[in-house]
């Protein structure tokens, strides 16, 4: 399939490092997913679930996206600030827990080159605009939805099963909601490729682990990002474990595509901070930056992303 200019501008602006191109803020919670099993040593990180227990999260994520194209610029900025809840199910013997995830509320600012979209779920009024007759369906589609799926005691996850309602909206707001990405089988392959896997084994400080991750961009190709955990120790504040991360992108261009897209400069860092004795994260910071360039039909286009997402435990 080939692009033109202003379609691959679009495809771009869609799945830069801003939320939309994250699959919403659904999926933001699973970052974190470490889940119930038998204790491996003093510093084993592992989730203690308890059936019938809530679990909090308020997610905040900036992203700060240009864009240079025909001798033009752009800029456009977004913040998104997300409550959301997982509901505890049961836990198996064997450390396997049965989850839901559902958003409680999302609010959400786009601010761009003349234009802007300013939504809260809770409001009285939606708003109005362009911007607004594509998100505001969707965001208002994930507030109230509930995802289901397993996850074993390596963060591992299993039988993910997405909303109807969700479905339905998606496939009512057509190529505009991002194609492959938002349809059944890419939410369910977001979330799966989102979690946490850990060793099987208690952590010393300096040790290692690996999980790749894959993002299908349609007529493109598919963002592929290996990140690396390293184990840090207890931290400044009693009873917390820091893990950091660093995050290597990649671009697996589509073998259809007529579209030329480079990764000219990324990097991606992070850092978690996981209570051994409540056994979860309490808050977490991500930071990534990258800059892409891309030429279709001899013209040329170059942007830069900067996305910072944070995540915190409410008591």
């Known amino acids: ?21 994250r699959g919403l803020p659904l999926l933001a919670a699973a970052c974190l997913c470490v889940v119930a099993g038998p204790a491996f040593g003093a510093d084993a990180i ?59 509320r999302v609010r959400t600012k786009v601010e761009g080159p003349g234009s802007s979209f300013d939504f809260d779920s809770q409001a009285d009024k939606a708003p109005e605009g362009p911007i607004a007759s594509v998100l505001a369906p969707l ?38 909601a991002g194609g ?10 977001l979330i799966s490729q989102s979690s946490l896997s850990q060793p099987d084994k208690a952590l010393e400080p300096g040790n290692t682990w690996n999980q790749t991750s894959k993002l299908p961009m349609p007529m493109i190709g598919t963002m592929v990002m290996d990140k ?6 207890p931290g400044t504040d009693a009873g917390l474990l820091q893990i950091q991360l660093n995050t290597k992108v990649n671009l697996e261009p589509a073998a ?13 860092k ?34 830069s992303t900067k996305t910072v997402t944070t995540m915190e435990l409410k008591k």
């Open 1 to 21: 399939m080939h692009l033109s200019l202003p379609a691959a501008v679009a495809t771009l602006r869609a799945y830069g490092a801003s939320a939309v191109r």
């Open 228 to 233: 690396t955990y390293t184990y840090k120790g």
């Open 180 to 189: 492959g990405m938002f349809s059944e089988e890419g939410l369910k392959n």
């Open 139 to 176: 965001l208002k589609a994930l507030v109230g939805s509930e995802f289901t799926f397993k996850m074993n005691g390596k963060g591992e996850l299993s039988d993910i099963k997405v909303p109807q309602k969700l479905i339905e909206s998606l496939k009512n707001a057509g190529p505009a």
């Open 256 to 268: 259809d595509s007529n579209v030329a897209v480079k990764i000219t400069s990324q990097e991606g």
């Open 46 to 104: 592992r989730w203690k679930f308890k059936p019938g227990e809530t679990v909090k999260y308020t997610m905040v994520q900036d992203t700060t996206q240009g864009m240079k194209a025909g001798g033009q610029e752009f800029k456009t900025n977004l913040n998104q600030t997300v409550d959301l809840h997982w509901s505890i199910k049961s836990v198996s013997p064997d450390g396997v827990a049965d989850l839901s995830q559902t958003i409680d």
């Open 270 to 303: 992070g850092e978690f901070s996981f209570d051994r004795e409540a056994g979860r994260v309490v808050k977490s910071r991500i930071d990534d930056q990258m800059q892409m360039s891309l030429s279709v039909q001899g013209q040329n286009l170059e942007q």
